[in-house]
C-alpha cells in the first residue's frame, strides 16, 4: 500500500501501466456496482472499461489523493451508467443475461429472490448507496464522496433506499 | 430480521444480480488503457494547437478586418499623434506630400497639396457618393464622403488660398464662406446617382464653415472646402462603408 502514491505519480505522469496496476483491486466493486445499478453483466463490464478510460484521462483531477481514488473512481463507474441507461437502445434491445445453474439454484432461495425483486424495483440511484454501504461496506464519508453528497445525505439515501426493501427496518438496524 | 440478517440477505441479492465479473476484464481493462494515449499527450498538444489556431483567427481577422480604421490611403505633413493632441502643431508644411502615406494609422495634418492618390480598387468603374456629413471635433472639423459601389479610382486634395472655386467645366465660380479652402477632386466617382442630399451644407464650426459639391459630371466629383484658417487637413479612405475622411484642423 505504501507504494500507491508512487504508483499514482507514475500514473499521473502517464504511465497507463501504474494506472492499470491501481485500477485493478477497484474492478470487481466497480462492476459489482455496474452490475446492480444496470441489472445487466455485460453492460456492467463495458461500464467498468469505459469508466476506467475516463477515469485515465481525468485522472489529473485527482490531485495525487490516494485516498480518494476508490471513491472517485466508483463515482465515475455510477455515471457511466447513468449514461448507458440513457443510450437510445437501451430500454429496446435488451437480452436477459445466461445464470449458471449455481446461480439458478441461489434464485430458489426464497427470502433473497423476494429481497432480490425488491431491489431491482429500485431506481439505479436508490441502488447505489445499498451497494456501497451493505455491500462494498464503505465508511458514509466514502459513500457520500461517490454519491457527491454530505455524510448526512449520504446516510438518509442509504436508510430511504433499506425501508424500500424492508419497511420495518430501524435507523439502528442499518448503521 | 436483524441488521446483520438484513445485510446477509441483500448481498445475497447482489451476489445473485451481478455474478463475478469475466476473468478477462482486468485485461481488457489494462489493454484499453495502454492503447488509450495520456491524457496529458493530447490536452497539450490539443492546448498548443487550439492557441495557434486561435492567435492564427485573429491575425487573419485583423488584417481583413473591414471594420479596420486604418486608412488605406492618407494626408501626411507635420507629426501629430492625434487630432485633437495639438492644435497648434500646424500649419507646417510637409515638403512631400506623398513621402508617408497611410504610414501611420491616423495620419498627420498638411497644408500641402496632395498628389492623386490612386485607391486599391481601379478596377470599379464608378463609386457612388452616397452620403455627405460635417461634424466638429476637438482639434478637427471633419467632412465624410461615403460611397457605395466600392472606391473611387482616386482622391486629390489641394488647398488653396481664398474660396472661390470653379463651377465644372462651364467657367462659371462660386466664393464660399471662409478664408481659404481645399479643393477636393475624386475621380471615378459620380454623386448624383445614389446621392440626393444637399450639395451645399453651410457650418459655423470653428474651422470648416462650408462643404460644396462644385462639380460632378463624367465620373468626376468635385468638393469645395470654405475654411475660416489656415488650411490644414489630412484625410483617409476608410471602409465599411466606403468612405472618405477629410479632417480640417482646427485650434
Partial sequence: MQERPQTLARATEGDANSFATLLEPLLDPAYRLAAVMLDDRSAAEDAVQEASIKAWRKLRQLRGEVGSLRSWFLSIVANECRMARRQRWWSVVRLPDIRTAAEAGAMS???????????????????????LHFYLDLPLEEVARTLGVTTAAAKSRIYRAAKKLKSDLTLEEVF | ????????????????????????????????????????????????????????????????????????????????????????ATTSP????????????????????????????????????????????????????????????????????????????????????????????????DAHTSYSGPRDLKTNYPRLVETRITEDFEGVVQLGLGINGPACYRFSVLTNPTRLVIDVQAP
Fill in chain 1, 109 to 131: 432461495d426464497e427470502p433473497a429472490t423476494d429481497l432480490k425483486a425488491a431491489l431491482l424495483r429500485l431506481s439505479p440511484d436508490e441502488r447505489l448507496p445499498l451497494v
Fill in chain 2, 1 to 88: 430480521m436483524g441488521n446483520e440478517d438484513f445485510r446477509r440477505e441483500l448481498n445475497n441479492a447482489i451476489d445473485n444480480i451481478s455474478g463475478s465479473p469475466s476473468h478477462g476484464l482486468r485485461d481488457r481493462v489494462r489493454s484499453r488503457l495502454i492503447e488509450t494515449p495520456s491524457r496529458g499527450g493530447p490536452f497539450w498538444i490539443a492546448g498548443v494547437a487550439a492557441v495557434t489556431i486561435a492567435v492564427l483567427i485573429v491575425g487573419i481577422l485583423f488584417v481583413i478586418n473591414p471594420n479596420r480604421n486604418n486608412p488605406i490611403i492618407g494626408g501626411v505633413g507635420q507629426v501629430s499623434p492625434s487630432p485633437s493632441a495639438s492644435p497648434s
Fill in chain 2, 94 to 189: 510637409s515638403p512631400s506630400p506623398s513621402a508617408s502615406p497611410a504610414a501611420s494609422p491616423t495620419p498627420a495634418f498638411t497644408c500641402a497639396n496632395t498628389a492623386p492618390i490612386t485607391t486599391q480598387q481601379p478596377a470599379n468603374p464608378i463609386a457612388y457618393v452616397s452620403a455627405l456629413r460635417t461634424g466638429a471635433h476637438a482639434g478637427y472639423d471633419r467632412v465624410t464622403i461615403e460611397f457605395s459601389n466600392g472606391e473611387p479610382a482616386s482622391i486629390e486634395v489641394r488647398p488653396q488660398a481664398g474660396t472661390k472655386f470653379a463651377l465644372g467645366e462651364s467657367g462659371q465660380t462660386v466664393t464660399m464662406a471662409g478664408k481659404n479652402g481645399i479643393l477636393v477632386v475624386i475621380r471615378g466617382a
